[in-house]
């Protein structure tokens, strides 16, 4: 007996899909799948921490519809996104004969959403692609938006391309699996849409946090609150141009911690830079007189109680001096002509662009945080 | 004293460009850049052989008019649409410190338009993107229209985005140090134009073809209606859904050639398989009792008398039996749910998307021209 998914629409006019949460359904995802798309040929990519768990189940169910699959099984890991990984998915994919009605399949979490994502994009310029996510930073942020990209030694994801899914299926089930670190890094993205816009999600969060670590409905409850949160902004703005930017918020200076700790996941996830990152914009923010100094304190409180870092200095190993932080975030996307871009906040959930934060300010700043 | 170079506009909305043609271009390429883009830095992309003849004029007038730029060049030929040599691109592009209103430059043929396109259409996620184009193929066909991309061992530009250029200079006069046979191969898109629906254009060009060789009026004449003829179709179809599908007139038969012969220049270019390809899609619709066999006929003569080869016994080597080019053909782009789409005629200039062309005839046509 398997309840309904919840249904959350991005509407991107000819381009709108659906994204479905609900437990159990990497079991039900061929029939959800063929409910929707024509296609008879389709190219799974995972990685080799969830292929075990659950690419049998996924391949079954497709032969079980009469859907001709392969599938490629990629190292975990965020070094996974880079040219050297993306080449053989192409490949794998093109043999796969994936014509127009077929589609691209992402098992995994961000990782190989991305770069999945990424090779449906440039396939044939442009592939159909469907996401089932399967760690909550995936369910709740990068399988939604059509972002899609690699790393470069010159940063974090800046070689991709805008290419939405046609469909997200969000098993919450599947989370049970996934480590307690993993879940706290991407729980940090869910606390990010409460402080964003939406101050009583965040305090709702504060009370119900054990019981979305926990499963079932509070589980499900936070997962949908966000993809619609993320939904509605993508639909708003899908070019980042305005309105989008906001979902950086802690991105800034959590890419610049990535790229300092070398995108090693050992000492830093994605989902915990943001979780530092979210704390410094707040104090930041309150330092630059935008926002009472208790924000931030609240902020950083709650999600330490959840188990994530809230400062550089608990990053296992030594970080480099501020100067080079700064020169990471300068090389960052969000610079326009020189000046700074930053997600700053005037108090609880009310995030806004600033851009034109000066350089001297942040450096200062980070000197502040992070003595040499 | 320079005439003001002829206009021709792309119309897509908010992405709209122009492209210039007329002689001395190169030199004056920095102004009329500078005219429309405020970026201050550039990076641009080029090829061994076109490098010593044009860069530095380039380079020298991007200073003259403050841009600071970085140049990268890369080896000539079609084995350079690749990874291996788009990865590099992009770093040096990312290198370049490229920002919002900053461009890159490819200058040069088609295959450093397609390649360099592509790497600004996944650099931060789009990058703004100049085409000088320096063959007679590029200015007429390549540098228009936003198509971009690599090839892949599965067959030709399986691998790519659309990517819209903000301009485009077309120096005719820089087609001066083409090699002939490349300026052949480039003409056969120029008939392309006329054969597609523009009967005409094609007696007109049955003419003049020798003062369009010559240089002076008669080529800036045909370059500017090919751009136009490719401008217009571009314009109502961009994502080649419909209508924009006739330009590959000659290119299903073409690509396959150059496939079996591993995209081999010595033995084939582009132009002379899309020549090749024309002259056997008019010879298939007559089969097909589509059109007279004199259309066919008149066709081959036109091409054959500006020397381009227009059979399949024209080109060096072996080429592989009529089934493995079949296989190249089914693994071609056009292919919906395993039906064939060929580019037919009724006519002289009188063009048609035919989507449902039985394999098994392909083959025995094949077969016919091809004796194994
Ligand atoms: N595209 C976007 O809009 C966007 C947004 C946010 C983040 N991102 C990207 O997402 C990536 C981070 O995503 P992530 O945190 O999911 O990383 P990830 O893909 O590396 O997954 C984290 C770890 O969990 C494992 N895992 C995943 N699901 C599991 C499960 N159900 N059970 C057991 N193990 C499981 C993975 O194998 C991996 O080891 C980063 O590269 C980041 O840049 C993209
Ligand atoms: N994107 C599109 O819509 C599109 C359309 C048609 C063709 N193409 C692609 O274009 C490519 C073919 O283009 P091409 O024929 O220009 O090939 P090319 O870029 O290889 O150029 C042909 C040769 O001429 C040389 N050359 C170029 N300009 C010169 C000049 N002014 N003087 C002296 N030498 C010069 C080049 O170095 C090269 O050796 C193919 O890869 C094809 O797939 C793309
Ligand atoms: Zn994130
Ligand atoms: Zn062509």
Redesign the pocket.
Known sequence: MTASPRTVRVELGDRSYDILIGPGLIASAATEIAKRLKGRRMAVIT????AP??LDALMDGLASVGIEAVSAILP???K??SFEHLIPVCETILGARIERNDAVIAL???????LT?FAAGIVRRGSRFIQI??????QV?????????I?SPHG??LI?VFHQPDLVLADTD??????PR?FR??YA?VAKYGLIDKPDFFEWLEKNWQAVFAGGDARIEAVAISCQAKADVVAADERENGQRAL?NLG?TFGHAL?AATAYD?TRL???EGVSIGMVLAHQFSSRMNLASPDVAKRVESHLKTVGLPTSMDEIPGTLPPAEVLMDAIAQDKKVKGGKLTFILTRGLGEAFVADDVPASEVLSFLKEKHPA
Chains 1, 2 share one sequence.
């Open positions: 990685d080799n921490n969830v768990l659950y975990a890991g965020e996974t996104k995994g979490g961000g990782v190989i959403g991305d994502g996510p399967t760690s909550l930073l995936a942020d990068s399988s939604v938006g059509g972002k899609t990209g790393n974090k994801n991709g599947v989370l049970d699996t996934l480590s993993e890094a991407g993205e979902l991105h990535e996941g996830v994605h989902g």
